[in-house]
Nanobody, 119 residues
Framework: QVQLVESGGGLVQPGGSLRLSCAAS????????MGWYRQAPGKQRELVAT???????NYADSVKGRFTISRDNAVNTVYLQMNSLKPEDTAVYYC?????????????WGQGTQVTVSS
């Protein structure tokens, strides 16, 4: 069974920083891409950032220059460093993985972690 487990969410003041982590576990052979999506109340889930196996990164325009996605293959973990946080960044953040596993290639999602930016 493959699991993605997020951590690092919480409450932060505007202008502050948080670092999210997503650890993938299970029968994982390799990953094609991993990333972060977010969903604010009353809104659709939206892409935040992704990183491919070739280290190509993609960011939503709203987070460019403030957020950085990175990965550590040795521990099957992807990170999202979030700086200069704004109230509009408040959302549940979900980890996503396009993974090659013992059951073939498939998409996986974490359970989500709440990020709240408020004074």
């Amino acid at each position: 069974q493959v699991q993605l487990v997020e951590s690092g969410g919480g409450l932060v003041q505007p202008g502050g920083s948080l670092r999210l982590s997503c650890a993938a576990s299970g029968s994982i052979f390799s990953f094609n891409a991993m990333g972060w999506y977010r969903q604010a109340p009353g809104k659709q889930r939206e892409l935040v950032a992704t990183i491919t196996s070739g280290d190509y990164t993609n960011y939503a325009d709203s987070v460019k220059g403030r957020f950085t996605i990175s990965r550590d293959n040795a521990v099957n973990t992807v990170y999202l460093q979030m700086n200069s946080l704004k109230p509009e960044d408040t959302a549940v953040y979900y980890c996503y993985g396009d993974l090659d596993t013992g059951w073939g290639r498939s998409d996986y999602w974490g359970q989500g972690t709440q990020v709240t930016v408020s004074s």
